[in-house]
């Protein structure tokens, strides 16, 4: 169902920049389950080039069970810019949530000012995106924009209306990072390296897929999956012994 997601999105990569791959831990790139009756597949590409410092993206095929594009570009430690966040789900035709953000690095008013406001004409073409809708596990505060698109939807609406926001607000951010300003001052450098592993560290943390991974690759795998993939710069919380 989002395999267009995937294939513009990496068309566009391709185009535009000179990207060289980047390892995937071994195990990671792709596994299958069995678990029940559905079969499941998940896999992984990753990427980087000079612009890029990690471009990842996942593919999870259940079937009509579940099926999932989920992607995280992050910038250069030498650009302050956001980094783009895509999470498109489906369980089933009746639960069809689709999220894409431009999500920032800081909160500060400044940053917000000259990052963020500039997405709100392109967030008023898709107003039907933009649901408020509660969130459960992270905090709307941190790390997602006012501008961000999370709506629950349907098939039809993915293909058509969403896709074209999909293709809109990727578009953007590539204007985003040709216009941004490389950084060459090292305390500015070590502000954004800590803000992008703090982003790492929160999602890993609070990320709801980790049930998901479990049920089909278990626990296991799924802990390495977040730790040493999607989250690499996060570091495990300490789980208490038995004394
Ligand atoms: C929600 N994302 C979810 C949910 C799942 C995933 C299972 C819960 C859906 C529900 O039952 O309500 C799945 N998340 C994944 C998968 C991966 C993952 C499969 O990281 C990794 C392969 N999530 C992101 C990114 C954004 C994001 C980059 O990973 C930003 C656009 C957003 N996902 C996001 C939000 C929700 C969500 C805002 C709703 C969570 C909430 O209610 O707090």
Known sequence: MYRPFLEHLEKELFSKFDLRSRPIPAGLE????????????????????????????????????????????YPSYHYDIPLLGIDLLSFGKNKIIVVLDIQPLFQEESYLNKYIEPMRSLREKYNDFAQNLEMKFYDANQYFSKYLLFAKTDVETVQTTFFRAYQDYIRFYW?????????????????????????????????PASGLFSSYFGHEWSEKFLYEFLFEDAVPLAVPTTA
């Open 175 to 207: 204007q985003m990072l040709e216009q941004a300003e490389i950084i060459e001052t090292e305390a500015e450098i070590q502000k954004i390296v800590k803000a992008q592993k703090d982003y790492d560290q929160y999602s890993a943390e609070r990320d």
């Open 30 to 73: 792709a596994n299958v389950s069995n678990r029940g009756k559905n079969q499941a597949t998940i896999q992984s590409w990753c990427y980087e080039c000079t612009e890029l410092r990690k471009i990842r993206y996942t593919y999870i095929d259940a079937g009509a069970a579940a099926q999932v594009f989920n992607s995280v570009i």
